[in-house]
T-cell receptor
Framework: KNEVEQSPQNLTAQEGEFITINCSYS?????LHWLQQHPGGGIVSLFM???GKKKHGRLIATINIQEKHSSLHITASHPRDSAVYIC?????????FGSGTQLTVLP | GAVVSQHPSRVICKSGTSVKIECRSL??????MFWYRQFPKQSLMLMAT?????????EQGVEKDKFLINHASLTLSTLTVTSAHPEDSSFYIC?????????????FGPGTRLTVT
């Protein structure tokens, strides 16, 4: 079993829809990252969480440390949100990555 | 915000040659940088942890003599793929840890796509 599990693996949505991507992990962590990877490959760090909730624009990330679970929400989704979203957990100072969620937002 | 650059962004080389990839932190100092490899449709896998002024720490299964890492300054780490083979073709990404961040924030480079022919 992978230490980091993401769901769904693929997600197609219509523009404007509310999107949720989930991440579960099985180890004790010091922080959790949500990353965005566009088709060209470059990675952008969206959030780093160790507790609670963070919001940036239309993106919201939450984490429940007791349940070892995090969610990334996108409100009012747009085609430019189409990308792979990756959850990564930090143990000590190393990151372990989930397999990613391919999001496609259709106009 | 913190910026990490990688050079080159793309490289094509012939089998048997060596390729050097640079990772630079542009506006912060990084005592620790990480090198990752990503094969198509797969997630990132940590290859090695690069520590300024000391030897890199390699993950299990990564050949240290094939993937040479040098972290000679607080803003630069290099990864040299020696005697490259087609199976080394991959997307290589570095991240740099801000040494002044109490939360050990990591910032990612844009990646280098290596194709070995």
């Amino acid at each position: 079993k992978n230490e980091v599990e993401q769901s769904p693996q693929n997600l197609t949505a219509q523009e404007g829809e509310f999107i949720t991507i989930n991440c579960s992990y099985s180890v004790g962590i010091s922080a959790l990252h949500w990353l965005q990877q566009h088709p060209g490959g470059g990675i952008v760090s969206l959030f780093m969480l160790s507790s609670g909730k963070k919001k940036h624009g239309r993106l919201i990330a939450t984490i429940n440390i007791q349940e070892k679970h995090s969610s990334l929400h996108i409100t009012a989704s747009h085609p430019r949100d189409s990308a792979v979203y990756i959850c990564a957990v930090r143990v000590a100072r190393q990151l372990t990555f989930g397999s990613g969620t391919q999001l496609t937002v259709l106009p | 915000g913190a910026v990490v650059s990688q050079h080159p962004s793309r490289v094509i080389c012939k089998s048997g040659t060596s390729v050097k990839i640079e990772c630079r932190s542009l506006d912060f100092q990084a005592t620790t940088m990480f090198w990752y490899r990503q094969f198509p449709k797969q997630s990132l896998m940590l290859m090695a942890t690069s520590n300024e002024g000391s030897k890199a720490t390699y993950e299990q299964g990564v050949e240290k003599d094939k993937f040479l890492i040098n972290h000679a300054s607080l803003t630069l780490s290099t990864l040299t793929v020696t005697s490259a083979h087609p199976e080394d073709s991959s997307f290589y990404i570095c991240s740099a840890e801000d040494r002044d961040s109490s939360s050990y924030e990591q910032y990612f480079g844009p990646g280098t796509r290596l194709t070995v022919t």
